[in-house]
C-alpha cells in the first residue's frame, strides 16, 4: 500500500548508517568483499581472524571463526586495519544511497498505480461533450457523469416562434450541486416509461452543448413544434426564461459529427441523430425511439416526426411531481407572463455580451424587448410595443415573486374576437407564480 511504502522510505531515510553498515551475505563474493580478514591490535600486537560485521565512530564489531561476536575500539587497530574499515564504510555508505534510491523509484510506479486507481478512468461520455468543452464544467465520479452549464447555446434563438408567451432567454446556473447529471451505469428497467403523458415537466435529456431538453409534448400534452410553440433549432424558453429544446438537436451533427451522440437521456442511454436506411446497421426503432447495435448497446435516434428523440426511457428513472427527480432549478428573476397574441419572433441579437434584444411582429407591427444582465445577477428591461410605447423594468433575484409590472400587451390582442390560444407548456392551469427554486418547467 502507498501508505507503507512511504513509512519505509522514511525509516530507510532515518536509520544511522551504523545499522546499515552490515555486509551481509552475498552469494559469490570473495572472502575480502565479506569482510573476512585478520585483524591486528597495535598496542598488543595481537591477532583476530573473523568477518567484519559493523562499525560505529569509535567501535567494530568483528565475527570470529567460532562465530563469537567481538567488539573492538577502532583505535586499539593498526593504520592498515583502521583505513580498511573507513573506506568499506565509505562504500556501504554509497550503496545504501543507491539501494534507497533504488527502493523509492521502484515503489513510485506503485504510488503512481494506486493514485490511478483512486481517480476514476475518463469515461467515454466525456469525449461525447467534448466539443463543447470550453463552455462547460465536466466532471464525474463512479456513478455519474456531472454537466455544468449556463443554458445558452452558441445557435440563434427564438426566431420563428408563433406562440410566444413573452419569455426571453437568461443564462442559467446549472453548476456544482445544481448541474446535470447522467447516469454512467444506466440499468435497464423492468418497466420501461413512455414519455407520452409521463414526463411532461422538466427535462428528459440533455444536449452534448449543455442544453436540456424537454418532452415534445408540453404539459397540456400538446406537439410543442406543431403548434408553433418553437424556434429553427427547436428551442424556446419556459416560465424561469431558461432556453431548451423540445426535439432532437440534430444541428449540433455539423458540430460532433454524424456517428457521435448529439444528447443524453438522462437514463443515461445516448442519443444519435436520425437513422440512414441505407446503412448495413440499419434497424427499425422500437416504441421508445430506440434500438441496440450489433454489440448489444443501448440508444435512441432523432426522428423527423414525434417524438423527435426519445419516447420514454429503456433505462432506470425516478419520477417525482410529473418529471424526472433529481435534475437542476432553474432560477428566475421575474414574474412568468401570458402568452401575446399573434406575436411571431422575427429577430433575438446579442448586441454585447450580456445584452439582447428581441423583435416581434403583431399583425405587420414590430415590437422589441431589450435586456441587459447585472453581475449581481439583476437585469435591466426594456419594453417597445406595437404602437411604440416604452416601458422598462430592473428585476433582481427573488423579483419572480412579485407581480411586478408585466410588458405592454399589444391594444388589438384585447379586442373582440376569439380568444387568446392556450398558452405554452401548461400556463392554463398554471400554479400561483412562485419564487426561485421551483421545477424548471410546470
Known amino acids: 500500500m502507498l501508505t507503507c511504502s512511504v513509512f519505509a ?3 530507510m531515510l532515518a536509520i544511522p548508517s551504523v545499522l546499515l553498515a552490515h555486509e551481509g551475505h552475498h552469494h559469490g563474493d570473495s572472502e575480502e568483499a565479506k569482510g573476512l580478514r585478520t585483524w591486528t591490535l597495535g598496542d598488543e ?63 513510485r510506479p506503485n504510488t503512481e498505480t494506486k493514485s490511478k486507481e483512486r481517480t476514476n478512468p475518463m ?14 464544467n465536466l466532471r464525474w465520479d463512479d456513478e455519474y457523469f456531472y454537466v455544468g452549464s449556463n443554458g445558452m447555446p452558441d445557435h440563434p434563438m427564438m426566431i420563428g416562434i408563433r406562440s410566444w408567451q413573452q419569455q426571453v432567454p437568461i443564462p442559467q446556473k446549472y453548476f456544482g450541486d445544481n448541474a446535470w447529471r447522467i447516469p454512467l451505469k444506466p440499468v435497464p428497467a423492468k418497466q420501461p416509461m413512455s414519455t407520452k403523458g409521463n414526463f411532461l ?21 400538446d406537439d410543442a413544434l406543431l403548434f408553433g410553440e418553437l424556434d429553427e433549432y427547436g428551442g424556446h424558453c419556459g416560465r424561469a426564461d431558461d432556453y431548451h429544446y423540445h426535439i432532437a438537436p440534430v444541428h449540433l451533427e ?56 426519445n419516447g420514454g426511457f429503456y433505462g432506470e428513472v425516478t419520477e ?98 376569439p380568444p387568446p390560444p392556450p398558452p405554452r407548456d401548461g400556463n392554463d392551469d398554471r400554479p400561483p407564480r412562485g419564487g426561485p427554486g421551483r421545477s424548471i418547467h410546470r
Not at 123 to 131: T, V, Y
Request: no cysteine; proline share 7%; net charge positive.
Open 45 to 107: 600486537g595481537a591477532h583476530l581472524h573473523g568477518t567484519f560485521v559493523t562499525a560505529s565512530g569509535e567501535s567494530v564489531q568483528i565475527r570470529r571463526d567460532d562465530n563469537r561476536l567481538v567488539t573492538v575500539k577502532i583505535e586499539r587497530l593498526i593504520a592498515s586495519d583502521r583505513a580498511w574499515i573507513a573506506s568499506r564504510l565509505e562504500a556501504i555508505e554509497a550503496l545504501n544511497q543507491q539501494r534507497q534510491l533504488r527502493f523509492v523509484m521502484q515503489n
Open 320 to 417: 417525482r411531481g410529473g418529471q424526472v427527480d433529481p435534475q437542476p432549478r432553474a432560477q428566475p428573476i421575474r414574474p412568468d407572463l401570458r402568452p401575446l397574441r399573434d406575436a411571431k419572433i422575427t429577430d433575438f441579437t446579442q448586441p454585447k455580451p450580456g445584452s439582447y434584444h428581441l423583435v416581434y411582429e403583431v399583425r405587420g407591427q414590430q415590437g422589441s424587448v431589450s435586456y441587459t444582465l447585472a453581475d449581481d445577477g439583476s437585469a435591466k428591461f426594456t419594453f417597445v410595443d406595437t404602437n411604440g410605447r416604452k416601458t422598462s423594468d430592473t428585476y433582481s433575484p427573488g423579483d419572480s415573486k412579485r407581480n411586478g409590472s408585466p410588458p405592454p400587451r399589444d391594444d388589438r390582442s384585447r379586442r373582440g374576437g
Open 254 to 309: 455539423k458540430t460532433t459529427g454524424k456517428d457521435q451522440p448529439i444528447a443524453y437521456a438522462l437514463d443515461g442511454y445516448p442519443i444519435f441523430g436520425y437513422q440512414d436506411e441505407q446503412a448495413s446497421d440499419f434497424a427499425p426503432l422500437d416504441s421508445l425511439g430506440g434500438h441496440k447495435d450489433e454489440a448489444g448497446n443501448y440508444h435512441y435516434h432523432a426522428t423527423k416526426t414525434y417524438p423527435y428523440l
Open 123 to 136: 469515461p467515454l461520455i466525456n469525449q461525447h461533450f467534448g466539443p463543447f468543452s470550453s463552455t462547460l
Open 9 to 11: 522510505i522514511a525509516m
Open 201 to 221: 415537466r422538466g427535462a428528459i435529456a440533455l444536449a452534448v452543448n449543455g442544453v436540456p431538453i424537454f418532452n415534445p409534448l408540453n404539459n397540456r400534452g
